[in-house]
């Protein structure tokens, strides 16, 4: 717990990024799997995929992967595999696309792509495609837009975005725009800072930028910095530091950081540290967990925030890892002569 009334950033211990305690909290959360009887582990499990993804992310930017269980890990995920290609949230969990992204983002975090067969991957998310171009999560058929994100990442990782019908893809998240400039999860749905994210990275993706009134939604995006200079996520609500992450890689995308305060919105991520156990919450003086102490931290070196490795806002990984997966799908397209 934190010490109450504890004072603005700038004031405090809560003025720099804790490294040392944010690591160790994440480590904390290395072997999920092993603690079957804590009530807080059992009740998160079926997004157990994810939520490795944001430590490993986390620890990577912070430059302390190496202090996580690297082989038990690798491991576990693909204990996580199912025999349709796709990964469930936990061993016990279904397939779904959103732990399938997860899991191939951690192989790539480790430089294990070649440890999962691309093509029986692509085919499950594949198999998710409907008629109109979108995405459902799984086989029980909830549709959207973040789905339509989850398959062109995951196969733009494992170089297969050729397995889905992208221009069908983009139909239907061109469908999802509002008069607003941003993005809903179906179409008629109201724009969200989460679903903008999804909609903007696929149309990043898919190098269909063009489909975005930039000015028009990059305003949209700066109106939703508050007076605490941290960022919600649609009008009237409250600022959380996850937003952080949603609207700044829209931003970053789009070219347009420097349209909101950056030196306020930092000083709000860093005020919701917990400056004794580690780990970061949505707002100041809340509980702290792994899902806003990785988006925390991502948003903090989309803003360039000394000694944390940079992260790619579309691909939400860290850029050499981008590079490095570039790299591999050109020289695995050369081989093929394609
Ligand atoms: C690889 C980074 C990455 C993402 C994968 C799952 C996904 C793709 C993106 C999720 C995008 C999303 C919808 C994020 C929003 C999450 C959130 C904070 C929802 C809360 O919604 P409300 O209505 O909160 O409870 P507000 O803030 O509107 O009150």
């Not at 996850?242 to 000083?267: F, V």
Request: proline residues 4%; hydrophobic residues 40%.
């Amino acid at each position: 717990m934190k010490a109450a009334g504890t004072g603005p950033a700038e004031a405090g211990p809560r003025s720099t990024l804790l490294v040392d305690k944010h690591a160790t909290y994440i480590k904390s959360f290395s072997r999920l799997w092993d603690t079957p009887d804590k009530l807080e582990f059992v009740a998160t499990e079926h997004f157990w995929m994810s939520g490795m993804y944001w430590g490993l992310s986390a620890m990577y930017l912070m430059g302390r992967l190496g202090d996580m269980d690297r082989d038990a890990i690798l491991g576990w995920v693909m204990r996580c595999q199912h025999t349709n290609g796709g990964f469930g949230g936990s061993e016990r969990n279904d397939p779904h696309l959103l732990y399938t992204l997860s899991a191939v983002q951690i192989l790539a975090l480790y430089d294990r792509l070649d440890d999962v067969d691309a093509d029986k991957v692509a085919a499950y998310v594949a198999g998710l495609q409907r008629p109109d171009g979108s995405f459902a999560g799984d086989a029980w058929g909830e549709i959207d837009t973040r789905f339509t994100y989850c398959a062109l990442l995951c196969l733009s990782i494992l170089g297969r975005t050729a397995a889905i019908n992208v221009p069908s893809a983009l139909d239907f998240i061109a469908k999802c725009k509002n008069f607003d400039g941003g993005f809903g999860c179906t179409p008629g749905n109201e724009s969200h800072a989460g679903q903008v994210f999804t909609c903007i990275g696929a149309l990043s993706l898919a190098n269909a930028l063009h489909l975005v009134d930039r000015d028009l939604f990059c305003w949209w995006l700066c109106e939703r910095q508050t007076k605490s200079g941290g960022l919600n996520g649609r009008p009237e609500k409250l600022q959380d530091v996850c937003y952080s992450w949603w609207c700044l890689s829209c931003l970053s995308i789009l070219g347009r950081l420097h349209w909101i305060d950056r030196s306020a919105l930092t000083t709000f991520i860093l005020d919701c540290q917990d400056e004794e156990d580690g780990g970061i919450s949505d707002r100041p003086d809340d509980m702290a967990d792994v899902y806003h102490t990785f988006f925390g931290i991502a948003g903090l070196s989309l803003m360039g925030y000394p000694n944390l490795a940079a992260i790619d806002p579309t691909w939400a990984l860290p850029v050499e890892v981008v590079e490095r997966i570039k790299r591999r799908n050109e020289a695995a397209a050369s081989a093929s002569g394609k």
